[in-house]
């Protein structure tokens, strides 16, 4: 199975602050890499596929890149509704994985 | 609207037998493939199973493969998780996705889940 690792697991940041989280796989993913945001007690929700590309509606302070095996999230300006979970997952393989999860947190 | 919506879950003994179900609407539903990712309490997501269009092709994650089967019925709008020989770990809220792809493929639309508890 495709391990993917995220890091940091959490981060502590203030409003307007940019934060990147990273993604690795274990092995080549090419571009097979989403990522999703969780809110307390609510289901996950898309923001960005195919490792690049952001999903409708989602806001443009949200970006990402990555390819292979490393990828990056960042949030240019941290919002108060962004404090939330974050989690990557890849589509590569015929059997799916999510990364473990990052919470960013108010500082 | 595009939806997603789970029932069948509840409480069940070890070793026991639970049906969950998804009913979806506001989309072609015959022509997604669709998964079910579980979160057990407090921990991350994990991905399930997924199944295609016509309902042949199945992938499951290991810890489930052989007790788990899931299903569908198109002219329903309708996706299934049979749950067979439940285990503690199982104990967990299920949500179904739809799949949706772009040279890769990604799950854009989500139900709020159905909890199973495992005791």
């Known amino acids: 199975d495709i391990q993917m690792t995220q890091s940091p697991s959490s981060l502590s940041a203030s409003v307007g602050d940019r934060v990147t989280i990273t993604c690795r796989a274990s092995?080549?993913?090419?571009?097979?890499l989403n990522w999703y945001q969780q809110k307390p007690g609510k289901a996950p929700k898309l923001l960005v596929y195919?490792?690049?590309n952001l999903q409708s509606g989602v806001p443009s302070r949200f970006s990402a890149s990555g390819s292979g095996t490393a990828f990056s999230l960042t949030i240019s300006s941290l919002q108060p509704e962004d404090f939330v979970l974050y989690y990557c997952?890849?589509?590569?393989?015929?059997?799916?994985?999510f990364g473990q999860g990052t919470k960013v947190e108010i500082k | 609207e595009v939806q997603l919506v789970e029932s069948g879950g509840g409480l069940v003994q070890p070793g026991g037998s639970l049906r969950l179900s998804c009913a979806a609407s506001?989309?072609?539903?015959?022509?997604?493939?669709v998964s079910w990712v579980r979160q057990a309490p407090g921990k991350g997501l994990e991905w399930v199973a997924n199944?295609?269009?016509?309902?042949?092709?199945?992938y499951y994650v290991g810890s489930v493969e052989g007790r788990f089967t899931i299903s569908r019925d198109n002219a329903k709008n309708s996706l299934y998780l049979q749950m067979a020989s439940l285990r503690a770990e199982d104990t967990a809220v299920y949500y179904c996705?739809?799949?949706?792809?772009?040279?890769?493929?990604?799950?854009?639309?989500w139900g709020k889940g159905t909890t199973v508890t495992v005791s």
């Open positions: 996705a739809r799949v949706s792809h772009y040279y890769y493929q990604y799950m854009d639309v």
């Open positions: 506001g989309f072609t539903f015959s022509n997604y493939w």
């Open positions: 199944l295609n269009q016509d309902g042949i092709e199945e």
């Open positions: 092995q080549s993913i090419s571009s097979s």
């Open positions: 195919a490792a690049s």
């Open positions: 997952q890849q589509s590569y393989s015929s059997t799916w994985t």
